[in-house]
C-alpha cells in the first residue's frame, strides 16, 4: 500500500495551487506574483522570543481599525488573508454547505474548499466581468459563504460596485455571508465596502498588508466582520497566529509614517501601471490589454510562445492561459520603471 493512500480521498485527488516559482534574483523581473514593486526595510530592536505572542496583538490591531475605518472588535489578524479564506469555511460550512466562487478568479477559494471537502460551485462572471447576481440568487440553496474577489484577480477590473454588494447582501440575508476580498482594493478607483459592515452582519471582508503595503514576506492578513462572527472566527483560528516579529513589522508599517508611504507606492504603482496599459497596448503580438484597478494586468496573446520567451529573458510573468476560455493570457504585475521597460523592450522584439 502507498502511502498517499492514507490521506483523505479529497486531497488525493486535489490539484494543488502552485506557487509563482520563488525566485532570488536582482537581475530577474518578476512580474508574476502580483508584489508590490516597492519594499521598505524594517528593523527589530533586540528582544527575547521565549514568551508566546498575544493571540490577536491588540496594539496592530488598534493601527489596522484606525487605517481601515472600524472599530477593533471588528478585526481578526491571520497569517495572511489566505488563512482567512480557509478559516471561514471551518467556522461556516459543514460537509454538505457549498460555497460560490466566480471564476475567472483567484484560485485559493476552490483549493480551500476542496481541502476541506467542501463543494465549490462555480458562477462565472458574466460577459463583462462582473459578478452575476440573478445567477447566485438561483443558486444559493445550501450555499453559506459566498467569495467576491473586488478588484478581481487575475482579472484586475472591479467585479462589482459597492450597490451590487448591497443587493447580494440582501438577497443572501439570513442564509449566506458575502466575503469581499479587498487585497487590492488600494489601487482601485472605489471605495471599500467597508460601510457596510455596520447595516449587514452578513457580511465580512478580507484584507492584507501583501500588496499595497508591500509585505507580502511577512505574512499578515486581517478579516474584517461584525463582532458576533470575529468571536465565532477567534474560537478556531490557529493558537497564536501571528508571530511576535509579524506584530512588530505590521505595527511600525500602520504607523502615520507608515501608512503615507504605502499611500505614496501606491500613487507611484497607479500612475506606472497606466503608461503600462498603453504601452502593451502598442505591443503587436498582444491581443488584448484589460483595463486594470489592481497591481496587475490581465493580456492576451496570438502565440503561446510569448510567455516562455519573457522567461528566457529573465522576465517572469503569470500564465493564466485556461482562465479566459481558449484564450491564451497572463497576468503582469506592475513592477518598477526599469522592469516595465525591460518588458515592453522584449515584448517590441518578439516575433
Ligand atoms: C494576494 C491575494 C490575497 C492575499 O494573500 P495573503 O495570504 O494575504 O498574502 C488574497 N486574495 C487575493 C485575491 C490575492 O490576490
Given amino acids: 500500500m502507498s502511502i498517499e493512500k492514507l ?4 486531497i488525493q485527488n486535489l490539484k494543488p495551487y502552485v506557487a509563482a516559482s520563488y525566485i532570488n534574483s536582482t537581475d530577474t523581473a518578476l512580474l508574476n506574483a502580483n508584489e508590490s514593486a516597492f519594499g521598505e526595510q524594517y528593523e527589530l530592536v533586540l528582544q527575547a522570543y521565549n514568551r508566546y505572542p498575544e493571540g ?5 490591531i488598534k493601527r489596522y481599525a484606525q487605517y481601515a475605518g472600524v472599530l477593533a472588535e471588528n478585526i481578526l489578524v491571520t497569517r495572511g488573508s489566505d488563512e482567512g479564506i480557509e478559516l471561514l469555511m471551518k467556522v461556516f460550512c459543514e460537509s454538505s454547505d457549498k460555497i460560490i466562487y466566480c471564476p475567472p478568479t483567484f ?5 480551500a474548499a476542496e481541502t476541506l471537502g467542501i463543494q465549490a460551485q462555480s458562477i462565472p462572471l458574466d460577459e463583462n466581468l462582473q459578478v452575476d447576481v440573478a445567477k447566485i440568487e438561483q443558486a444559493l440553496d445550501g450555499v453559506k459563504l459566498i467569495y467576491v474577489c473586488n478588484p478581481n ?3 484586475g477590473n472591479l467585479t462589482s460596485t459597492v450597490d451590487k454588494i448591497e443587493t447580494l447582501l440582501k438577497i443572501a440575508q439570513e442564509k449566506s455571508i458575502v466575503v469581499v476580498d479587498e487585497a487590492y482594493i488600494e489601487f482601485a478607483n ?6 457596510l459592515l455596520k447595516k449587514y452582519p ?3 471582508i478580507l484584507r492584507t498588508l501583501s500588496k499595497a503595503f508591500g509585505l507580502a514576506g511577512l505574512r499578515c492578513g486581517f478579516t474584517l466582520a461584525s463582532p458576533n462572527i470575529i468571536s465565532l472566527l477567534i474560537k478556531s483560528v490557529a493558537p497564536y497566529p501571528v508571530p511576535t516579529p509579524v506584530a512588530a513589522i505590521a505595527e511600525m508599517a500602520l504607523t502615520s509614517e507608515g501608512v503615507k508611504i504605502t499611500q505614496r507606492n501606491v500613487e507611484k504603482l497607479i500612475s506606472l501601471r497606466n503608461s503600462l496599459i498603453e504601452q502593451l497596448k502598442q505591443c503587436s503580438c498582444i491581443k488584448k490589454v484589460f483595463n486594470s484597478d489592481a497591481n496587475f494586468i490581465l493580456v492576451t496573446f496570438f502565440s503561446d510562445k510569448v510567455i516562455s520567451y519573457l522567461a528566457n529573458q529573465n522576465i517572469m510573468i503569470r500564465d493564466q492561459t485556461g482562465q479566459l476560455g481558449e484564450e491564451i493570457c497572463a ?9 516595465n521597460e525591460k518588458l515592453i523592450k522584449a515584448l517590441m522584439l518578439f516575433n
Fill in 7 to 10: 490521506a483523505r480521498k479529497n
Fill in 56 to 60: 490577536q496583538p491588540s496594539e496592530l
Fill in 107 to 111: 484560485v485559493m477559494y476552490r483549493i
Fill in 153 to 155: 484577480n487575475p482579472t
Fill in 190 to 195: 472605489t471605495v471599500s465596502v467597508i460601510n
Fill in 202 to 204: 452578513n457580511l465580512i
Fill in 331 to 339: 497576468r503582469i504585475t506592475v513592477g518598477t520603471m526599469d522592469d
